[in-house]
């Protein structure tokens, strides 16, 4: 699979001296390996239905056009059993219910109040490969009544994706894909040059991911043509994300083997500053997922770069516009990204194409970048 190059969109939130960092950190999925999202989430949702049946459920026709570049900016409504956009502000724009829009009316009805920042109430799309979760919940919520469901609710989302996660990791999905890696994951641009060249300037290079050994060594060999394991200083799988980055746990030392890799399963964030006797703020991480990547990688203190392939996605010409805006406001989406990243790529080798030791200065507003279309030249760096 060929995925095209985006538009270059390297926007700078904070200021970010390159030459300061030390280390640099990635995830695997859709940052250093890119996926054909719309085919994985098939054979993940077709994989899932028969679970879901067995634990009592029956989906419906999936809404399978709501695809990954809308998704991110969609959440699930756990209260009322809607698929919901919200605005920067918090405000509800759209809502529908399985298939029924609801009218604006009723939105301000069922909506005042409401806190977007409650999970317990409302659950974001923060990954392309959330989006079977919300086409499940999309054709399984109505049934949930009142906000007086809240205990249903909760174990319908759980059961959803408790459901997708034995897909990815008990079910055939991975064995699936790995037999044709080809068809369906492809690296990020020439991302073994970009890689080689950042590591030649005496950066320390590490991979955090939450695939499990087996599937992360097949997509690594896959996408640097085995390469990975003379760039990378340090490879973490299973790693247990967002949970990697607060798990106190003591871990025995790693010792260096021969210019190779240190490859280990789970492993924590304490365990990779050790390693490099480095301070937190000399570490920089890129991910694409907002609760497993970018926030508790910040809440960490390590410095962070958010890869959203949205930003160079034009929208998608249907009620629900585009993940990172609607009607030209930012979204929910777009504030969780403004808040939490350091800086935003709309792939992870627009990043590596700049020098290692750059100086990024904020550049013009985050909200007004995205309202031109998403589809922005040029870089705010210097």
């Not at 030459?19 to 077709?46: K, M, S």
């Not at 999970?119 to 974001?124: D, G, Y």
């Not at 300037?201 to 060594?217: E, I, P, Y």
């Not at 043509?225 to 871990?251: E, L, N, Q, T, Y």
Request: net charge negative.
């Amino acid at each position: 699979m060929t995925i095209p190059a985006p538009d270059d969109f390297v926007h700078s939130l904070h200021a970010l001296d390159l030459g300061a960092i030390d280390a640099v950190g990635f995830d695997l999925d859709h940052t250093l390996a890119l996926y054909d999202d719309q085919a994985v989430n098939l054979l993940a949702a077709e994989e899932t239905v028969s679970t879901l049946r067995i634990r009592g459920y029956a989906p419906s026709t999936l809404p399978v056009e709501i695809q990954a570049t809308v998704a991110r900016g969609l959440s699930m409504d756990l209260r009322h059993g809607n698929v919901i956009k919200l605005g920067a502000d918090g405000r509800v724009r759209l809502a529908r219910r399985g298939t029924s829009w609801l009218p604006e009316e009723e939105i301000r009805n069922d909506y005042r109040g409401h806190d977007p920042a409650d999970e317990a109430s409302t659950w974001h799309v923060h990954s392309p490969f959330d989006a079977p979760t919300l086409w499940f919940f999309s054709t399984l919520g109505p049934s949930i009544r009142t906000a007086a469901d809240s205990a249903y609710a909760a174990r319908l989302l759980r059961d959803i994706r408790g459901s997708l996660d034995e897909s990815h990791t008990r079910g055939e999905l991975k064995k699936h894909i790995a037999r044709d890696l080809g068809r369906f994951v492809s690296p990020a641009g020439a991302l073994v040059d970009h890689l080689e060249r950042w590591k030649d300037t005496g950066k320390h290079l590490f991979v955090v991911t939450n695939s499990d050994r087996d599937f992360a060594t097949r997509v690594l060999d896959h996408v640097t043509g085995g390469a990975w394991r003379s760039i990378f200083d340090v490879v973490v799988m299973d790693a247990g994300k967002p949970r990697f980055f607060s798990d106190g746990a003591a871990h025995p030392p790693l010792v260096a083997r021969d210019g190779h890799a240190c490859v280990l399963d789970y492993g924590n964030a304490a365990m990779v500053e050790a390693h490099f006797d480095l301070r937190p703020e000399r570490i920089l991480y890129a991910g694409d997922n907002a609760r497993a990547d970018v926030i508790p990688a910040r809440h960490r203190g390590w410095r962070t770069a958010h890869v959203v392939a949205e930003l160079s996605a034009p929208a998608a010409g249907t009620p629900w516009d585009h993940a990172l805006i609607h009607g030209g406001d930012p979204t929910w989406f777009a504030k969780t990204v403004r808040d939490h990243a350091d800086v935003v790529c709309a792939r992870i080798d627009a990043l590596l194409d700049l020098a290692p030791d750059a100086r990024l200065v904020p550049g013009p507003a985050f909200y007004d970048r995205i309202a031109r279309c998403a589809r922005p030249s040029g870089r705010d760096v210097t």
